[in-house]
C-alpha cells in the first residue's frame, strides 16, 4: 500500500519512478525509522508517517531539481537525509554532495547510501562554510538545502560552494517570499541574484513543497571538477 501510494504521488508531481527507485525510497524510510529510535533524525518514529510526511515531502522538492541542469549537488545540513538521499535515488544521473556536521547523522547517511547502493552519493562530515570544505568541494554546479537557516545566512554558506552561473535551490515554507523580500539585497551583496519563489504540486497533492530559486553571480567559470563515483565519507576538518 505504501509503495502504490507513494507512486501515485510522485506521477501527480511529474515524477515516474520505476519499481526499483520506489522499494529504495521505501528501504530509506525503513531506515530512517530504525536509526530515529536511536538518534533523533527526524519528528516522528513510525514508518508510514515518516513516509507520508518526511518522505513525500522531500519527493516534492525533486522535480525543481530534476528541471535543471546541474550534475554535480551539494546538499548542505543534509541531516537525515531528506532531500539528499531521496534525490540520489529519484536522479540517479547526478552526483550528490551530502555536507553535514554531526558525526552520528553522516554516519547514518554513510551507511543508508551503502545499504541503498548509492553509488552517486559523498557524505562529507563538516560545516559548509569550513575553509577545507570550500577547498575540497566548491565550484558545484548547485547546492541545495531544506530548512536549514535563514535565507541570508543560506545564500552566504551557498555562494563559495557554487561555480559562478551555480544556482541555488532551498526548500522553504510559506514565508519563502517574505524571507526573499528581506534578504535580496544581502544575498545580492554577497554573490546570489535572481532570487524567485515557485511551488511544487499546487493543484495536484494537497501539501504543495515551496522553494527558492537563487544563481550565483557569473563571471569567468571553471568547469566542475569529475564527480567521484562510489559510496564514501569524509572529514571536512
Known amino acids: 500500500r505504501l509503495a502504490m501510494a507513494l507512486a501515485a504521488d510522485a506521477r501527480a508531481v511529474g515524477l515516474a519512478l520505476n519499481e526499483d527507485q520506489v522499494a529504495r525510497v521505501l528501504a530509506y524510510a525503513a531506515l530512517l525509522a530504525k536509526w530515529n529510535t536511536k538518534i533523533r ?114 545564500c552566504g554558506w551557498s555562494a563559495p560552494l557554487m561555480r559562478p552561473d551555480g544556482k541555488m535551490v532551498a526548500m522553504k515554507g510559506s514565508t519563502a517570499q517574505e524571507e526573499v ?25 494537497p501539501e504543495v513543497t515551496t522553494v527558492v530559486l537563487g544563481r550565483r553571480r557569473g563571471g569567468q567559470t571553471r568547469p566542475t571538477p569529475a564527480a567521484p563515483r562510489g559510496t564514501r565519507t569524509e572529514r571536512g576538518r
Open 41 to 154: 533524525l527526524v519528528g516522528p518514529d513510525d514508518l508510514q508517517t515518516i513516509v507520508r510526511e518526511q518522505v513525500v515531502d522531500a519527493r516534492g522538492f525533486v522535480p525543481a531539481l530534476a528541471a535543471l541542469a546541474p550534475t554535480t549537488w551539494i546538499d548542505v545540513g543534509a541531516g537525515g537525509g531528506l532531500p539528499g538521499i531521496v534525490a540520489a535515488i529519484l536522479l540517479p544521473d547526478r552526483h550528490w554532495i551530502l555536507v553535514e556536521p554531526i558525526a552520528k547523522k553522516t554516519a547514518f547517511l554513510t551507511q543508508a547510501a551503502i545499504t541503498l547502493g548509492l553509488d552517486n552519493v559523498t557524505v562529507v562530515r563538516g560545516r559548509a562554510e569550513e575553509p577545507s570544505v570550500i577547498a575540497q568541494h566548491g565550484a558545484a554546479d548547485s547546492v541545495t538545502s531544506r530548512a536549514v537557516a535563514p535565507l541570508d545566512r543560506l
Open 181 to 205: 523580500d528581506e534578504h535580496r539585497s544581502r544575498c545580492a551583496a554577497i554573490g546570489i541574484d535572481d532570487l524567485t519563489v515557485t511551488t511544487v504540486g499546487a493543484g495536484l497533492v
